[in-house]
């Protein structure tokens, strides 16, 4: 039996590992577009509780309600959603009780908010953790949450629908499907919005936060709009998230039919957990992975409207700043 070459083995390591990190450097998955030319100024952002919420919520996480009640605060937060070109708005309102009663809203506080936001689509965001708070195989469960969402809407006629986010949802889940054919029917004349689950991918293989293809075109022909959640990967090289974006991008929107799509993109820092790193998941990287798959386009597609941010409340100066300068269509002056 021959020896081990140990040093060879070494040599070829390090040869291998400056090839890998060469091709690494010189691949450019992604693709930086300034000119604006994929932003429709239809946008959509997930905003914070506060701004409908019930008093008892104040006061359950001892937090002030003066921020969110202060007009100048809403004429403020109006006026630079406005400016990155916001459209839709997700306002949250989750989670519901066991027994499918959405969260309570300041009944006063949500008509002025209405009225400061009357030029947007605002759909209160609701929904929670399955099996915890919601439980849409059962019949009970589902009457008691649809009745919640249109004594909601019909209290505030001026929300444009509702945007539903329950989390985990595998792939598969038929009483959600359900859910949504008994929400559409309830309500009609108003948008059914759906924070979508992104496809399978190798980078990310836990099957309850993912919808296979045949599934996620089941959900849309049931919904108005997706919102897929396009994070939450544990990537930890840039490169491979604008990748996992390309990618994404390509199948939802082929997936979805003539569902308009919002492609959801991180924009919070959730530091020390294994599914996100900031430095990897953020405004940047994914807009440089959607932009490199609608530039393969000469025409955007069709029930493509824009991106989503995930979140307002952890949205800076400089990160709106990215989004102004590698994204948004520059408004004429």
Same mark, same amino acid.
């Given at each position: 039996m021959k020896k081990i070459n140990l040093k060879r083995i070494i040599a070829l390591f390090v040869i291998f590992l400056n090839l890998a990190i060469s091709l690494y450097t010189l691949w450019t998955p &992604?693709?930086?577009?300034?000119?604006?030319?994929?932003?429709? &100024? !239809?946008?959509?952002? %997930?905003? !914070?509780?506060?701004?409908? &919420?019930?008093?008892? %919520?104040?006061?359950?996480?001892?937090?002030?309600?003066?921020?969110?009640?202060?007009?100048?605060?809403? @004429?403020?937060?109006?006026?630079?959603?406005?400016?990155?070109?916001?459209?839709? $708005?997700?306002?949250?309102?989750?989670p519901t009780d066991f027994q499918g009663h959405i969260s309570k809203v300041d009944h006063e506080q949500t008509k002025n908010f209405l009225k400061v936001f009357n030029d947007f689509k605002v759909m209160p965001w609701v929904g929670?953790? @399955? &099996?915890?708070?919601?439980?849409?195989?059962?019949?009970? %469960?589902?009457?008691?949450?649809?009745?919640?969402?249109?004594?909601?809407?019909?209290?505030?006629?001026?929300?444009?629908? $509702?945007?539903?986010?329950?989390?985990?949802?595998?792939s598969g889940n038929k009483s959600l499907l359900v859910l949504l054919d008994e929400l559409k029917l309830a309500m009609p004349t108003k948008t059914l919005s759906v924070a979508a689950y992104p496809p399978p991918t190798l980078w990310h293989p836990y099957k309850e936060v993912h919808w296979e293809k045949e599934y996620f075109k089941e959900v849309s022909r049931r919904v108005d709009q997706l919102v897929p959640m396009m994070y939450d990967t544990g990537i930890k090289l840039p490169k491979f998230y604008q990748k996992l974006m390309t990618d994404w991008?390509?199948?939802?929107? !082929? %997936?979805?039919?003539?569902?308009?799509?919002?492609?959801? $993109?991180?924009?919070?820092?959730?530091?020390?957990?294994?599914?996100?790193?900031?430095?990897v998941e953020n405004i940047s990287n994914a807009l440089a992975g959607i932009h490199s798959f609608l530039n393969q386009h000469s025409k955007l597609p069709?029930?493509?409207s824009g991106i989503s941010i995930y979140c307002e409340w952890q949205m800076t100066e400089g990160k709106w700043q990215t989004l102004n300068d590698s994204f948004l269509k520059k408004r004429q002056k």
């Open positions: &992604g693709t930086i577009i300034t000119n604006g030319k994929h932003d429709k &100024g !239809q946008n959509g952002i %997930w905003i !914070q509780h506060g701004w409908l &919420g019930h008093h008892s %919520w104040f006061k359950k996480y001892k937090k002030a309600p003066s921020k969110f009640r202060d007009k100048e605060n809403m @004429l403020s937060l109006q006026r630079d959603l406005q400016k990155h070109n916001i459209k839709y $708005i997700y306002p949250h309102l989750c929670g953790v @399955l &099996g915890e708070h919601c439980f849409p195989e059962s019949k009970k %469960w589902r009457k008691t949450f649809i009745e919640s969402v249109i004594i909601l809407l019909e209290s505030h006629p001026s929300f444009s629908g $509702i945007h539903l986010n329950i989390e985990p949802l595998p991008s390509h199948e939802v929107l !082929q %997936w979805s039919g003539n569902t308009e799509i919002l492609l959801g $993109i991180p924009a919070y820092n959730d530091y020390g957990v294994h599914y996100h790193d900031p430095k069709d029930n493509y």
